[in-house]
């Protein structure tokens, strides 16, 4: 069993990177990936974690794309394989933090434009530091101001895509972070699909798109889909040569229902989808 898709406090996930290994470890997993949001920097200490624990380390990311259909939502990649400190990818990486900087500072300038009385300082304390801020950071705050009944709530009415307060994030094409990830020996697997939000025959032709530009795997067995979702994205991978990867999208204490290698309770990706990953890679 493994797990390829997890967060730390190094983007928007509650616990440390050289935790994730220790829960992956507990849960039966025999490889993990740690891929927090345009940022390698949680991967040597989760990295040393997994070695003490005789656990395979995936190192990854997480980067937002434009999904090139009108109406549909953000499109997430996951990068695998990510080697070495320096290269095309980590520099794309270095240049998205620095929107997502930007953008952060606009999204508190909105909510006090709203009433809200948040300061940035405020986010980078909560948050522990400015490099890990993101949105499930300000929306614990806004729970705590009492604005929002809950997460789910602030990102609903204040941080969500149809929320008072969202600022867009900077995005690049998918094809561009697919030649990113090959030239830094990677490979581009596409998240959670169906949080595009796309009707069947759309999805069908993004798939179609993703795999002719180079994608070598869509996130089939994800921590919050059911069986039947998980078996129709599964047919969609096989109908277009593709990885049916998974992973839980663990967040810690900001998606509290999703457990490292078990989600929701019934996740379980199987050893080979790492195996089959790795075949695919440049």
């Given amino acids: 069993m493994i797990d390829l898709h997890t967060h730390s406090t190094v983007s928007d996930g ?21 891929t927090d949001h345009d940022s390698l920097a949680g991967l040597e200490v989760a990295a040393a974690a997994a070695d003490r624990l005789g656990l395979t380390l995936v190192r990854g990311c ?17 990068v695998y394989f990510v080697e070495g400190e320096e290269g095309p990818l980590h520099d794309e990486l270095v240049a998205l933090r620095g929107d997502r900087r930007a953008r952060n500072q606009a999204l508190v300038g909105r909510l006090r434009d709203l009433g809200v009385p948040i ?9 522990g530091g400015e490099e890990g801020i993101g949105r499930p950071h300000v929306a614990s705050i806004l729970v705590r ?22 600022v867009p994030k900077a995005r690049i094409e998918p094809a561009e972070i697919v030649a990113l990830a090959r030239r830094s020996g990677a490979v581009a697997v596409l998240a959670h699909p169906l949080s595009l939000g796309l009707d069947a025959g759309d999805l069908k032709r993004t798939v179609q798109a993703l795999a002719e530009v180079g994608f070598v795997g869509i996130e089939a067995i994800y921590g919050r889909y059911d069986p039947g ?16 990867t998974g992973g839980s999208d663990f967040h810690g204490s900001f998606k509290a229902d999703l457990a490292v290698g078990r989600g929701m309770g019934d996740l379980q990706v199987p050893d080979e989808v790492l195996e089959q990953l790795a075949a695919r890679r440049p």
């Fill in 145 to 166: 101001l009492g604005v929002a009944e809950d997460v789910t709530d602030a990102f609903d009415t204040w941080l969500g895509e149809s929320g008072r307060a969202y």
């Fill in 62 to 78: 997480e980067v937002s794309c434009r999904s090139g259909v009108a109406g549909a939502h953000s499109m997430h990649v996951l």
């Fill in 14 to 34: 509650s616990e440390p990177p050289e935790r994730i290994p220790e829960l992956a470890a507990a849960a039966g997993c025999s490889a993990v990936a740690l």
């Fill in 119 to 127: 300061g940035y300082d405020d986010l980078v304390a909560e948050a």
């Fill in 229 to 244: 979702q998980r078996r129709q994205l599964a047919e969609l991978a096989r109908r277009f040569d593709l990885v049916a």
